[in-house]
Each structure stands twice: as C-alpha cells, then as structure tokens.
C-alpha cells in the first residue's frame, strides 16, 4: 500500500525557516520523480518543486525560486523541502507525490507565516 506521509509543518514568523519531509513507502521510491506542491483553502493546488529520481535535475515554481530547496534521500525514502526566507504568501498546505502525481494525495502538512 502507498503511503506519503507528509511532516515539519507549523508555524513560523516572516523570514523564517522550515524543513519539510516526506515518507515514502509501497512504491520503488528510488524509480520515481518527486514533487512538492500546496493548496490554499478555496483555491487549486500548484506546484511548488521537482527533482528526477536520481536528484540530478530539480526545477521551482517562479515565486519559490532561491527561497526553496527540494532534495532526496533514496536510502531513507524520504523527500525534503527546504524553506527559507518565508513570506505570508507561502502559507498553505504542503503535499508531496510522484512528478507525474501518480499516488493518492496524503494528508499534507499545514505551513503558516505569520507574525
């Protein structure tokens, strides 16, 4: 059974930082691209990041560009984001998939900047 299982969510104050991990079980993790994406309440979900499946190649959403850094452990399975210099506008739920958005979407994990 998949399972992706989002974490390191919470809240942070403008400018700050966040590492967001994500959990990867029933699937050959080391096979597949991974992504990031977030939703705001009411609106779609966009994508944040991307990283091939040996972490050769990574690409960012214009808004999160040299803020925002995706990265792999294949060992581990598990999926990184890292957040710095976080602004209001970044607030949203995270959730992780394959790049192709292959597996069910998890739970996510709730991000918020504020002062």
């Known amino acids: 059974q998949v399972q992706l299982v989002e974490s390191g969510g919470g809240l942070v104050q403008p400018g700050g930082s966040l590492r967001l991990s994500c959990a990867a079980s029933?699937?050959?993790?080391?096979?597949?691209?991974m992504s990031w994406s977030r939703q705001v309440p009411g609106k779609e979900r966009e994508l944040v990041a991307r990283?091939?499946?040996?972490?050769?190649?990574?690409n960012y959403a214009d808004p999160v560009k040299g803020r925002f850094t995706i990265s792999r452990d294949n060992a581990k399975g598990t999926m990184y984001l890292q957040m710095n210099s976080l602004k209001s506008e970044d607030t949203a739920v995270y959730y992780c998939n394959t790049w192709g958005y292959l597996y069910p979407w998890g739970q996510g994990t709730r991000v918020t900047v504020s002062s």
């Open positions: 990283i091939t499946n040996t972490g050769d190649i990574t």
């Open positions: 029933g699937f050959t993790f080391s096979s597949y691209g």
